[in-house]
């Protein structure tokens, strides 16, 4: 008999959550628990042959795969592109001793750990995952001419050396070294991107310095060319190797949970994926090698196109541990698609290029440039068949239930699932050491609550359009319809953010790019609330709206700040808003800001109406008493 404590009913919403999930997992799986095949793996080394003999050929439904503590390396799997393949099974799980007690080594940089595809109910957890050999590798700057820097290699800490033939280098002159990619940093600084640098330089060629064993002589590409002026001797200096391989892709599964596991020396992202529902992150963390000053190439965690809802979130990351990342550390994308070719005809057809919807959705459209509404359709057929991933399928036709109407080609519209489905929470997360933003969440609306960010070379928090690659290619509109709503960042820390070298210099940036910059944008970005967050020692503006309405910022608290804004890219405010409508002020406390701003808030609107910016019970610093909105 299963018996319930009463007050372990009375627990908020995301608690809920997780007791639903428990106990429907605990409805699943407990009657079959009996019968579930269990496949133990001893450690040492393994073949393909050799784990396909232990997993007698492959996985298939309710299979629990238990890794015994010690060390376990995993060998020419770069053919298959990942060690474990889980495609289209249900109730599969991974389970290690604990990440102090089994560790994994992929040994080569081109494969996932684990691939999941049209999979459900999926349980990770209890690892260490390390790459061999390691795909970066750094040293300290010596000496710079131009675009040739010569680099002194760290020796002793398991590096490959800067000109290993097929892992840094393609012997290649004239063009950029495919995959790799260079960025300078401060090691003494706690491991942040260098200041006043680009996040990344590609380069043309590597040679050794004849008669050194250590040092380096690097040509960077004329179209990158090295900003000597923020570039100092002693420098460190990172050359990155980016692959597409990842600890864990998930492709169009849900219910997929990864706990207790922790990376080292990532080539791509380490958890990534497109279109799944249900995902639960908790407690994963990455970990410095020895002498290592990165941790890994790209994000942390990347999920592109999740479905959920409220009672069911599409992604919950929490209670996890990243720090000295590539790029930046939380990236969740909401659905959206951009229309590559119009309709012709009576057929009602279109080609999308950030595709993978699916056969019954309902969708909208609405004209970028005006944001006027054109119509709400469901898609009743897809050519879509077995693509995986959105740059696989180049020429997805979707088939919708009506004619769309008002749609030209002057019209160059964007295409956005009506349902919003994306609902995120992620809390209670400590990111430090960033190469770029913390959290990037294009879209969608949830919750941002109870994170520890510090010393990032980007942003704290930002969602945008996507960049060029995604957008439509309709001559020039560079346009999704991704759009923030009803989320609430709160109680959070951001100290120390470098904002070096973005556009739009702010520790949190709320935007979406426009087409002729009207007003009606506004309803792409709406009814957010900033409260209670804690700003020490950033760069660049406090917070930046553009084209937002009934955006609420609530006692925030500003202290400690730097000496100037740096590179303040333009006006030198706290706040900076373009097309923002009705924004209120309230209970904030700017007054440790003290250095020289133009303005405490500066609001403009490309369409020359008045935002209206309400303030209430704020504290200001007298050095920036002026306001204009």
Same mark, same amino acid.
């Given at each position: 008999m299963l018996f319930i404590k009463p007050w372990a009913l009375v627990v908020n919403r995301r608690h809920a959550y997780h007791f639903a999930l428990a106990l429907s997992l605990f409805?699943?799986?407990?009657?079959?628990?009996?019968?579930?095949?269990?496949?133990?793996?001893?450690?040492?080394?393994?073949?393909?042959?050799?784990?396909?003999?232990?997993?007698?050929?492959?996985?298939?439904?309710?299979?629990?795969?238990?890794? @015994?503590?010690g060390s376990y390396r995993f060998r020419n799997f770069a053919s298959r592109g990942r060690v474990f393949s889980v495609e289209d099974l249900d109730s599969v799980s991974f389970s290690g001793a604990g990440e102090t007690r089994t560790e994994i080594t992929v040994?080569?940089?081109?494969?996932?750990?684990?691939?999941?595809?049209?999979?459900?109910?999926?349980?990770?957890?209890?690892?260490?995952?390390?790459?061999?050999?390691?795909?970066?590798? @750094?040293?300290?700057?010596?000496s710079i001419n131009g675009n040739i820097l010569l680099v002194r290699q760290q020796t002793g800490s398991g590096f490959e050396d800067f000109d290993t033939v097929g892992l840094f280098t393609q012997n290649s002159s004239g063009t950029p070294i495919a995959n790799v990619e260079a960025s300078f940093m401060i090691p003494a600084d706690l491991r942040r991107i260098k200041y006043n640098t680009r996040n990344s330089y590609k380069l043309v060629n590597i040679s050794r310095v004849s008669g050194s064993a250590t040092d380096f002589r690097f040509e960077f590409s004329s179209s990158t060319p090295i900003n000597s002026a923020h570039i100092d001797v002693n420098d460190g200096f990172i050359l990155r190797n980016l692959t597409l391989a990842n600890v864990v892709q998930s492709e169009q599964s849900r219910e997929v949970s990864i706990a207790d596991v922790t990376t080292m020396e990532t080539p791509g992202a380490i958890y990534f994926g497109h279109f799944n529902e249900a995902l639960r992150i908790d407690n994963v963390s990455t970990e410095y090698g020895p002498g290592q000053w990165t941790t890994g190439n790209g994000d942390g965690i990347h999920f592109a196109s999740t479905r959920g809802t409220v009672s069911n979130p599409s992604i919950i990351v929490e209670n996890s541990h990243l720090q000295g990342l590539g790029d930046d550390n939380i990236t969740i994308w909401n659905r959206v698609l951009t229309i590559e070719t119009f309709p012709s005809g009576p057929t009602n057809q279109l080609e999308l290029d950030f595709s993978l919807s699916r056969v019954g959705d309902t969708v909208l459209f609405f004209r970028p440039s005006d944001g006027q509404f054109l119509g709400r359709r469901t898609i009743v057929a897809s050519n879509a068949n077995g693509c995986t991933q959105f740059s696989q399928c180049p020429s997805i036709v979707y088939t919708f239930n009506s004619n769309i109407p008002n749609i030209s080609v002057n019209n160059a519209l964007v295409y956005n699932e009506a349902l919003d489905s994306l609902y995120f929470e992620v809390t209670n997360n400590t990111l430090a050491y960033g190469r770029r933003s913390a959290f990037r969440i294009r879209g969608g609306y949830g919750t941002v609550a109870y994170n520890d960010v510090a010393r990032f070379g980007g942003r704290g928090f930002e969602t945008s359009t996507a960049a060029a690659g995604f957008s439509p290619r309709l001559g020039g509109f560079n346009h999704a319809g991704f759009r923030l709503h009803n989320t609430k960042i709160h109680d959070n820390t951001f100290s120390r953010m470098l904002t070096a070298e973005t556009s739009d210099p702010s520790v949190i940036l709320i935007k979406t790019n426009k087409s002729g910059g009207a007003r009606s944008d506004f309803r792409w970005n709406y009814r957010n609330t900033i409260e209670d967050n804690y700003f020490e020692h950033y760069d660049g503006a406090m917070i930046r709206l553009e084209s937002t309405s009934e955006t609420v910022i609530k006692d925030n608290t500003a202290d400690n700040l730097n000496g100037s804004?740096?590179?303040?890219?333009?006006?030198?405010?706290?706040?900076?808003?373009?097309?923002?409508?009705r924004t209120i002020l309230d209970g904030n406390d700017f007054r440790p800001d003290n250095r020289a701003h133009d303005f405490c808030i500066y609001s403009t609107d490309t369409s020359g109406a008045v935002s209206i910016t309400e303030k209430n019970n704020n504290r200001f610093p007298g050095s920036c008493a002026t306001f204009r909105n």
């Open positions: 409805l699943l799986f407990g009657p079959l628990a009996a019968s579930a095949a269990v496949v133990t793996l001893a450690p040492g080394v393994y073949t393909p042959s050799q784990l396909d003999a232990v997993l007698s050929g492959g996985l298939s439904d309710h299979t629990e795969v238990r890794f @015994q503590a040994e080569d940089i081109q494969s996932d750990f684990i691939y999941l595809l049209r999979s459900s109910n999926i349980s990770i957890d209890g690892f260490t995952v390390r790459r061999s050999p390691i795909p970066f590798t @750094q040293g300290r700057v010596i804004f740096q590179r303040a890219n333009g006006l030198k405010t706290i706040i900076r808003e373009v097309n923002a409508s």
